[in-house]
Every structure is written in structure tokens, then in C-alpha cells.
């Protein structure tokens, strides 16, 4: 059976379990470690270039956590090692039932994890027989309804999370966090008089006026119209970026992961595929299920060919390509997103348009190609708008180069194993 918080000691707050890559654990009362104010977090983010803010140490670290619950078992989550870096926003991407709200929930402490250890700064406040209550874990959490006390006012929404703080310094506090997200002149307003953007504000507000080591945000933009999602998700994420706040965003959205992230964690049935900038998990995706959960792509099967890098395909060879380090031999999946062909009267792939669709940014174009072994295959293409193609024309592609990778895990579903090449 799941564990409970109380099942895994009384030693609330002492830090004694052991952290991935730490140095020896801190002792003592959570209380009295001195978290920075905003004002450090934006210096630091200012001065430091992303490239010396991933040698820092971890702000969270999870290492082999597992949850499972009753009755069943169900898995919700298996094996996950995870680090995310001071200042760094970081979100959990993954359709709904993978473990994105679990493994938030676990980071937050309203659940305890089955196996594995949940580090906060190198201290251990889950797992190994360590709990940390939620309270002392100096983190901050936004939910999706964002959960505003309505008969509350702005200022004491935000005051409601500084009840360890004096008396006499909560409305200053409260008032210096408003001012952080532009917000100071609603002070007195209540939350059913503001917009849903500014509620979402608010709640963050609530979230960072106790100055935490990370904020959590399960699905904060889900519940917003399309029209006010993106400038809401703008604002607040430009709030988090501005005072270098540490953030771990859930979604299910890949626009929004792709927009804002420094990096992605993938997420499918229970376990991590995936962790990289937006960059690298959309162009260069590591298994089948990213490849096509983020984003549109065209999986194309071949043979890994020579030592150049090339793949041949039903089509003929691909070259240039992404091999992952695979033999010559392995039988692969090539990666291809829509905006990665072109046209070119050279180009390999030559087949006939079955339809068109505008999408206002781009022409999406279907496209049937015959195959080498006598069959057909239907790819999907995004060209600008200047391009104009109707059904029936033939046309002739190329692939533009960096944009065909190889999926790295496909092998092994093709039945290939690569250390038997060895």
C-alpha cells in the first residue's frame, strides 16, 4: 500500500537523507535556512548566463521516485530521476493520467512518494525515512482554479500565505511582490472584480510573497479563453523570468511548454521519455511518443547506412541525418517535422498533392508518394503561403538539412539491439 506522510517517520525537519550529486546533507531545522529575497534571485538571474546556472545545484532534485495507488496497484509514476536548476522553468509535459499533478504533488509534500528521494537545495524532504511538511519545504503552489479566498481582499490573499512573517511586515511584503507583477494598485480590489488574468497574477502573487525555493503551477493557463491565454501565460511567466524565480510548470499543452520552457520533461505513463530545451524535444526527439506527442512529424523506417550518416529509406537515401551513434545496419525510425521539407526540383521525395489546408501562418500540403516496394505512402508538409499548390499537381521535395533525426529508442522497437552489434 501507498505511504503516508506519517508512515515515513517524525523527523519533519531534519535532512538527513542522502541527494544526488550532494555535498554532505544539512542538519537542522528547515526554518532557519535563509532563503534569498526576489531581489538576489534577480541579480543572480541578470548576472548568470544560462551556461553557469546549470553548474549550480539543483533547487529540486527527484532521484528513482515511484508512486503507486490503491486499490490496483496502479502505477503513477515509475523510476523518475529529475533535476531542475536554480531559476530555471521547467515544465511537465505529458497527456492526462502520465503523472505530471503526481509528481507535483509529491515536490509539494501533500503526498509521500513508495521509493525514491525528493531533494529541496540538497536537503532530503521525502523518501529514504526523511518528511519534510509541506509548510516547511519553502515551496509555493498556484493552482489551476487558482483558489482565491473571495471574501479576501487582493492584499490579504497575498498576506494569507505570510503567516510566519510579523504582523507588522506582511502588508509591506504583500505590497512589494503586487508591485513585482503590477498589481500594487489592486490592493484593496477582491478577486471577483478583477480579470482572470489578474486573478492568476494574484494567486502567484500568494505563491512568491514567502520567497520559496520553487513555484509549482498545475495547468495555471488551461481555464483561460484562447484570446486571453497567451498574453495572461506571457505576463506571468515574464514575472517569473524577471525576478528569476525557479518554476515547475504541468501542462498538456505543448504550445504552452514550447513557448516558455527552458527546458521539457516528457512525460508517459508514469515515466520521464524525454528532458531537453524546447529545441532539442522538437527536433531531435528521443522515442516514438515524443515525436509525435509534441508537435506533427513523418516517421519514415530505413536501414542505417555507411559511416556518412546516411539512412536508406523506401525512398532512397537520406544523408545529413542525426544517427544517435547507431551502427551501420540498425534498422531506424527518421524523424521528419512538416516544416522540414521544401521544394526543390532535385528533391528526393516526388509524389502528387491530395490536399491543401491554409492555416494562416502556412499551407499544410499532403502529399502521396509511391515506394520503392510498390506501395504509397502519405506524408504531411508545411509550406509558406507563397507557395500555391492545388490537388493533382505533382510535386518535388527535399528535406531541409538538421530538420530529419533519427528516433534513438526506435531500433530497439524494430527489434534491434544495438550491443549486440558490438
Aim: hydrophobic fraction near 35%; include cysteine; proline fraction near 6%.
Amino acid at each position: 500500500m501507498g505511504r503516508t506522510p506519517e508512515d515515513q517517520g517524525t523527523r519533519a525537519v531534519q535532512g538527513q537523507g542522502a541527494c544526488r550529486g550532494a555535498r554532505p546533507t544539512l542538519r537542522g531545522r528547515l526554518e532557519r535556512i535563509e532563503l534569498p529575497p526576489l531581489i538576489r534571485y534577480h541579480r543572480r538571474r541578470v548576472e548568470n548566463d544560462s551556461q553557469s546556472r546549470s553548474l549550480s545545484m539543483p533547487a529540486i532534485d527527484l532521484e528513482n521516485v515511484g508512486k503507486s495507488y490503491w486499490p490496483g496497484p496502479v502505477q503513477a509514476l515509475s523510476d523518475v530521476t529529475l533535476d531542475v536548476r536554480e531559476g530555471e522553468i521547467l515544465t511537465l509535459l505529458g497527456p492526462s493520467g502520465c503523472g505530471k499533478t503526481t509528481t507535483l504533488r509529491l515536490i509539494a509534500g501533500f503526498e509521500a512518494p513508495d521509493e525514491g528521494t525528493i531533494c529541496v537545495r540538497d536537503m532530503a524532504v521525502s523518501g529514504n525515512g526523511e518528511w519534510v511538511s509541506p509548510e516547511h519545504r519553502g515551496v509555493g503552489m498556484v493552482f489551476q482554479d487558482y483558489a482565491l479566498f473571495p471574501h479576501l481582499s487582493v492584499g490579504e490573499n497575498v498576506m494569507f500565505g505570510l503567516h510566519r512573517r510579523p504582523k507588522k511586515q506582511r502588508p509591506g511584503r504583500a505590497k512589494e511582490v503586487l508591485e513585482l507583477l503590477d498589481l500594487a494598485h489592486h490592493f484593496d480590489r477582491y478577486p471577483h472584480e478583477l480579470s482572470g488574468g489578474q486573478q492568476q497574477r494574484v494567486a502567484l502573487a500568494r505563491a512568491i510573497a514567502p520567497e520559496p525555493v520553487v513555484v509549482l503551477m498545475d495547468e495555471p493557463f488551461s481555464n483561460l479563453d484562447a484570446h486571453l491565454r497567451d498574453n495572461v501565460r506571457d505576463e506571468v511567466i515574464g514575472s517569473l523570468r524577471s525576478a528569476g524565480i525557479t518554476c515547475i510548470l504541468v501542462s498538456h499543452d505543448q504550445r504552452d511548454a514550447l513557448a516558455v520552457s527552458d527546458r521539457v520533461a516528457v512525460m508517459n505513463q508514469g515515466k520521464i521519455e524525454q528532458v531537453g530545451t524546447p529545441l532539442e524535444i522538437y527536433k531531435h526527439p528521443e522515442s516514438i511518443f515524443v515525436a509525435t506527442f509534441v508537435g506533427r512529424t513523418n516517421l519514415l523506417q530505413g536501414l542505417i547506412q555507411g559511416v556518412d550518416g546516411c539512412v536508406l529509406t523506401d525512398f532512397g537515401s537520406l544523408c545529413r541525418v542525426d544517427r544517435s551513434g547507431l551502427p551501420d545496419g540498425a534498422p531506424v525510425m527518421v524523424s521528419v517535422r512538416p516544416e522540414g521539407f521544401t521544394p526543390s526540383e532535385h528533391g528526393l521525395f516526388r509524389g502528387s498533392v491530395t490536399s491543401t489546408t491554409y492555416t494562416g501562418s502556412a499551407v499544410e500540403v499532403e502529399v502521396q508518394l509511391p515506394t520503392e516496394a510498390g506501395g504509397h505512402r502519405v506524408i504531411t508538409v508545411h509550406l509558406p503561403t507563397t507557395e500555391s499548390y492545388s490537388t493533382g499537381d505533382e510535386i518535388r521535395l527535399a528535406i531541409v538539412p538538421d530538420y530529419a533525426s533519427v528516433v534513438r529508442n526506435s531500433c530497439q522497437l524494430l527489434g534491434f539491439s544495438p550491443q549486440l552489434a558490438e
